[in-house]
């Protein structure tokens, strides 16, 4: 007899398109984060170090990345024997085959999945923000409610509240009212999109709105059972989260890492974070490189000099590149001589000697100017620069590109070069 | 492969001081990520070697917290399986390892109760790449009874601690000399063999049977007339690191470039048991120069010409010259550690000065109280 008290759910489906070249070949889940980590790896070890050991990792978009990353969940301690991490694809069904069509419409489609493991509570995940958190605290005070429903908020400044959607509770913290990005918000305890169904609740909430379209948990299933007054309860969270869903957040969350103390502190003995680590040898240092203020990885050989930077694994920096607030993700090379300067270097890049990056100035994108802003230039993984071009701020760059492709060997601050395929 | 693998990992000597108060050799961090014995375990994995058997006696904890699972190297199938055979008083045997004979002697039930036809022996000391294969269709074509593998050795290396051996013309072994006071032969056994299973079964049943013990001495020396025992030489690093210079020495030489490459980016890489550390960081402050760094490590100070293993904390304006660092120690601000092995799980205060004089390598072994971090 298979029983588990508490089963999660991880969505991880999600292109992150606001993180633009970094997901045009991942889904979000599985970009790098932290120099060895990727953004998934968060969710995962929160849930090993708080006791749950079954999980069901849902993706769609572009999910080769993800699903040798996470294997059979060795890193994690996931491998188990009953339980341990699923990876659960759309798939072909007699009748109506469709594709997750929204958050809640992809664990309605995995029904089977959670009843073959008699969960009572199904915990909720999205697979895109880093944070550090006991689930099971947070069991604990479900059912001290006697909740149908826990929903993870935390209190943000009043101003950014509508970004958010929002709860306002009673005295006990039950939630009383919701409100979606509103324009002029009541309160400011955010919902984290992390919940907690009794299985009865959540089983039930699904099958009846199975019709609905794109069925999501904040639109539907949520209001759907606030409706019929079920309990549902806020559960405060006052820890680290970072949402990294735009590249401004996404490397400001980066940069925080590099502070004296940081406030997200990755050095603690106590809640460890683990990743599928394929690169074990330390990094060498030469002696003509400089660093300062920054975290770099294993495998890495560094030669030249790295300010106010997150280097991934494996990296090589040659000697006399200059590397200044930057995220150089895994087995990128940048050879000699070469400048970078606020941009996010995803994997298995090559920049040319003597090129520059990030220089110019602030000039609104071509390309979208609501993704590619906050000044970075963003290079997508497996892009080739070649040697001695100049490359401005607000710029996007995917695929191999030549020297014809930098007219007077620049690429001024808000252009584009995306070769076909690479979208 | 059709060779099953066992590595004697129960040694110790006086000559690792005091870095052999807590350890095996085997169990000795090499290199910054890693431990003496992986570099057997991951040759015997990527020699597709299935079973394999750790034979350990001495101060086995580090060693077996290192071995707890075998999934690192690959192991662990249901085919074959890593195996730790530590002694045990059983009803006609109360003894602790006599030497290596009678490591494998008390232990020839995993011999007797497998089928590959070979076996392969490896010291668990030893840092080297080397695919057993190529070993074994050597062993074949020559014929040979027990092939041992050596290695020729620079003129300026001490050779005195080695299994010396001479071979002829058909690299048959003719002469075979456990640690001579002299020797006009530069070619040293790495400690690696490779033997008929029902040949070593047979040997080492011979042994026991006239109450001996060692498996260089009363095996290899004695039987090099009657046995054909020849030597396969290794033409790629090797090195083995079971005296305190000798570690030293083979830390550092992972400082060259060409020595990384081959070990850390060459086909087929070396496993190891992983720590899930933080990537290192460095704070304001930090200068390092021709060093390697692993993960965990926080630096705040001067560092050069070393090697720091996984999660050393280096205090503000700390100077670390020609040193290694081992797991997990702590240094206080402002002191000045030069030509020192510095012991893991150490806490060393601020201000303090240790420095190895004389070209010796000093060993630091400081157990302070660890207050905050």
């Given amino acids: ?423 | 492969m059709r060779a099953i693998g066992i590595i004697l990992a129960g040694g110790n000597n006086n000559k690792m001081k005091e870095l052999s108060y807590k350890r095996a050799i085997a169990a000795m961090p090499v290199a910054g990520s890693y431990r003496a014995i992986d570099f057997a375990l991951s040759n015997m994995s990527n020699s597709n070697i299935q079973k394999v058997a750790v034979l350990t006696q001495y101060n086995a904890k580090s060693l077996n917290e290192h071995l707890s699972s075998s999934k690192w190297w690959d192991f662990g199938r249901k085919q074959g399986g890593l195996y730790v055979f530590t002694p045990s008083i059983t009803a006609d045997n109360g003894f602790w390892y006599r030497g290596t004979a009678d490591s494998i002697w008390q232990n020839i039930k995993f011999l007797k109760n497998s089928h590959e036809p070979y076996v392969v022996i490896a010291a668990g000391d030893g840092i080297y790449k080397l695919d057993y294969n190529k070993v074994l269709e050597y062993h074949i074509k020559k014929k040979a009874d027990i092939t041992v593998v050596c290695k020729d050795m620079p003129q300026e290396t001490d050779i005195t601690r080695f299994g010396l051996v001479k071979m002829n013309e058909d690299s048959r072994i003719v002469e075979f000399e456990e640690k001579p006071m002299a020797s006009d032969s530069r070619t040293v056994s790495a400690g690696i063999y490779i033997i008929r299973r029902r040949q070593l079964i047979e040997l080492i049943e011979k042994c026991a049977e006239e109450e001996r013990h060692d498996f260089v001495n009363d095996i290899l020396v004695r039987y090099k007339n009657i046995k054909r025992i020849y030597g396969y030489k290794l033409d790629n690093y090797w090195s083995n690191i079971s005296t305190v210079e000798a570690y030293y020495k083979t830390n550092m030489d992972f400082l060259k470039p060409e020595i990384r490459n081959y070990f850390f980016k060459q086909y087929p890489d070396i496993y190891s048991k992983v720590d899930d550390m933080p990537p290192a960081k460095y704070n304001p402050g930090s200068n390092i120069k021709n060093s390697l760094v692993s993960s965990g490590c926080i630096i705040n100070g001067q560092v050069e010409n070393s090697v720091l293993f996984k999660k050393a904390y280096i205090g503000n304006n700390c100077v670390i010259k020609n040193s290694i660092i081992l797991n997990n120690v702590y240094i206080g601000d402002n002191t000045y550690i030069e030509n020192c092995i510095v012991e893991s799980h150490d806490t060393i205060k601020a201000n303090e000065r240790y420095v190895g004089e004389n070209g010796q390598i000093k060993i630091v072994v400081e157990k302070n109280e660890r207050i905050g971090l």
């Fill in chain 1, 1 to 423: 007899m298979i029983k588990k008290e508490m089963i999660a759910m991880l969505l991880a489906g999600g292109q992150g398109s606001r993180l633009g070249v970094l997901t045009s070949k991942m889904a979000k889940p599985a970009v790098a984060f932290g120099g060895k980590y990727r953004i998934i790896d968060f969710p995962l070890s929160n849930c090993i170090n708080s006791g749950v050991d079954t999980v069901g990792v849902l993706t769609q978009y572009q999910p080769l990345r993800l699903n040798a990353h996470i294997g059979i969940g060795i890193p994690w301690d996931l491998d188990r024997n009953v339980g341990g991490v699923t990876v659960l694809p759309p798939y072909e069904k007699s009748g109506n085959s469709e594709w997750y069509t929204g958050t809640a419409n992809a664990i309605y489609q995995n029904i089977e999945y959670m009843q073959q493991y008699n969960a009572e509570y199904v915990l909720i995940l999205s697979g895109d923000h880093i944070y550090k958190m006991d689930y099971e605290l947070m069991l604990n005070y479900h059912k001290e409610h006697d909740a149908d429903i826990t929903i993870a908020c935390m209190p943000v400044p009043i101003e950014e509240a509508s970004r958010f959607g929002v709860v306002l509770t009673d005295d006990e913290n039950r939630i009383t009212e919701f409100e979606e990005k509103p324009e002029h918000p009541r309160s400011n305890l955010a919902s984290m999109g992390i919940y907690i169904f009794k299985w009865s609740v959540l089983k039930d909430a699904l099958i009846k709105l199975k019709d609905q379209k794109q069925c999501d948990f904040g639109k539907h299933i949520i209001p759907y059972c606030h409706e019929k007054n079920d309990r549902i309860f806020a559960y405060e969270y006052n820890g680290y989260w970072k949402d990294v869903g735009t590249l401004g957040s996404y490397w400001e969350a980066n940069m925080e890492l590099i502070d004296l103390i940081p406030v997200f502190n990755l050095y603690e003995e106590f809640w460890k974070i683990y990743t599928n680590n394929d690169i074990l040898p330390p990094q060498y240092i030469s002696d003509k490189s400089v660093i300062n203020r920054s975290i770099i990885s294993e495998g890495c050989d560094i030669r030249g000099e790295v300010y106010n930077s997150v280097i991934g694994v494996g990296v090589t920096i040659g000697e006399g590149a200059v590397i200044r607030d930057s995220i150089i993700m895994q087995n990128t090379v940048i050879k000699d001589n070469a400048y970078i300067e606020k941009s996010i270097i995803a994997e298995n890049v090559v920049i040319g000697q003597g090129t520059r990056v990030g220089i110019g100035p602030e000039v609104e994108s071509k390309l979208d100017k609501k993704i590619y802003a906050f000044g970075l230039a963003t290079i997508g993984e497996n892009s080739v620069i070649p040697n001695n071009v100049t490359i401005g701020k607000n710029t996007a760059i995917s695929g191999v590109t030549e020297e014809s492709d930098y007219p007077n060997r620049t690429l001024g601050s808000g252009e584009y070069i995306i070769k076909a395929g690479e979208m």
